[in-house]
């Protein structure tokens, strides 16, 4: 069942998510200016003035109408149990900027709900919505945008529990470090499904005039504060990189070798490493699609080997004139063909390109197999910017040479950059003084 407590932070923050940003940079120049007036008002708030004189609350007042916070992301310090009181004046500065820090996050969180609360109520369970979608459609377009709503909400309830107990020296990094794997657990597959998410929101978008009318009436209601859709779908891919900075902004006023430190730390480790999984996870994910389509344009002539694999990417990709010498020919005579390489992370792909954007191979070797070099021989005429590629084992298992031609000079060292051995491996081009010699012989013949 979703916590209920949590919404006593998220009704008292007006402010959705996409807006939160620029309400915090003008918290953060107040926070300063606050903190500079404090110790010019610790005469003004001695215990006998009577500022300090509180009514008598209704213990039926919820915790935050007790606490007043303001609906456009207060500060820790404007929260009237804490401005002037004198645990606050007996504060370091550096202890109250840590405190803010940590109010930051608590706030900024409940922002962030309410804008997931936002898209799943009003737009994902939307019944005109839902009635124009396939199942497959609703959950690339949503995907687990309800498990994140939840996991939020726990995340945030579970703050305002530490919040409640010392609202002076609330700790949440041990909080943060405690829900990191359910953050992992969501978001993950959430940001995986990003590239599903945007092709089909496209596709909906431009086929469907249905899906464009019934969103742009959703688009405008008040709830939403007629904000798009697509800037609701995107707020996780946002807030898992916000959270981090602001464990990271909480750590570096973490006392040192403190225990908050070591949590701090390791929520930032937690944060930072998903982050990472996560982007690469989308890369992989887009290199794939890249694959699937460039599959259907793919005809083999020669060994046929299955081109999408999860583990491959496209590294570099484009159409080279290679030089070809007629030896048969009385002057060596020189001819050029146009040849399209599409080189992977683990393979090199040679076509000759065809209409509709179509390729036939022709060869193909391993990338361990597959070596660039400068070609240290002038050509004359058109002929310049040339570099030499070797196959040491082409897809019959035979050694391969190519000489290639590149319209500019910075487009050659590219590629002879791209198909260099990876650092640490032996060259293992074989006799490549047999090879200068071969060359030197046809430019020999072209004099």
């Known amino acids: 069942m979703e916590p209920s407590s949590h919404r006593e932070f998220s009704s008292h923050s007006r402010l959705l998510y996409q807006e939160y940003s620029d309400v915090a940079l003008n918290k953060a120049i107040q926070s300063q200016k606050r903190v500079d007036a404090l110790a010019e008002d610790f005469e003004l708030n001695s215990p006998s003035s009577p500022r300090l004189r509180r009514k008598v609350l209704s213990p039926q007042d919820s915790y935050l109408q007790r606490l007043s916070v303001s609906s456009t992301a207060s500060l820790w310090q404007d929260i009237p149990m804490i401005r002037g009181s004198r645990m606050l004046l007996n504060m370091s500065r550096d202890d109250q900027k840590l405190q803010e820090a940590k109010f930051e996050l608590i706030m900024s969180e409940a922002s962030y709900l309410r804008s997931l609360n936002v898209a799943v109520d009003h737009f994902q369970r939307s019944s005109e919505l839902q009635a124009l979608l396939t199942n497959q459609e609703r959950k690339w377009l949503f995907s687990r945008l309800q498990e994140v709503r939840d996991v939020s909400a726990s995340f945030l309830f579970e703050l305002e529990e530490k919040f409640e107990e010392n609202m002076f020296t609330f700790n949440v990094c041990d909080v943060a470090l405690r829900h990191a794997p359910e953050f992992r657990k969501v978001y993950l597959p959430y940001v995986t499904n990003q590239t599903y998410q945007e092709q089909i929101f496209q596709r909906l978008l431009n086929g469907n005039a249905r899906f464009q009318q019934v969103l742009e ?99 570099k990709c484009g159409e080279l004139m290679a030089l070809d010498f007629n030896t048969l020919s009385p002057k060596w005579k020189l001819s050029t063909r146009p040849i399209y390489l599409h080189l992977f992370n683990d393979r090199l792909l040679l076509s000759r390109p065809r209409e509709g954007g179509r390729f036939v191979v022709f060869d193909h070797a391993a990338f361990s197999d597959v070596r660039g070099e400068k070609c240290e021989m002038k050509l004359h005429g058109a002929n310049k910017n040339v570099f030499r590629l070797f196959l040491l084992k082409n897809n019959q298992g035979k050694r391969m040479e190519f000489l290639f031609r590149t319209e500019t000079h910075s487009e050659k060292l590219r590629w002879i950059s791209a198909l260099a051995p990876p650092r640490g491996e032996p060259d293992l081009l074989e006799s490549p003084g047999e090879t200068a010699q071969a060359l030197q012989g046809w430019l020999g013949g072209l004099a």
């Open 217 to 315: 009436r959703l688009e405008s209601a008040t709830v939403c504060q007629r904000l798009s859709l697509k800037s609701f779908l995107i707020l996780p891919f946002q807030r898992i990189t916000r959270l981090k900075l602001l464990l990271q902004n909480i750590l570096k006023r973490t006392p040192p070798e403190s225990d908050e430190e070591v949590q701090a730390t390791q929520a930032y480790d937690a944060l930072e490493k998903l982050i990472k999984d996560c982007n690469e996870n989308v890369q992989r994910m887009k290199s794939t699609e890249e694959l699937i389509y460039l599959s259907q344009k793919i005809d083999f002539e020669c060994k046929i080997f299955p081109l999408v694999s999860q583990s491959r990417r496209l590294v």
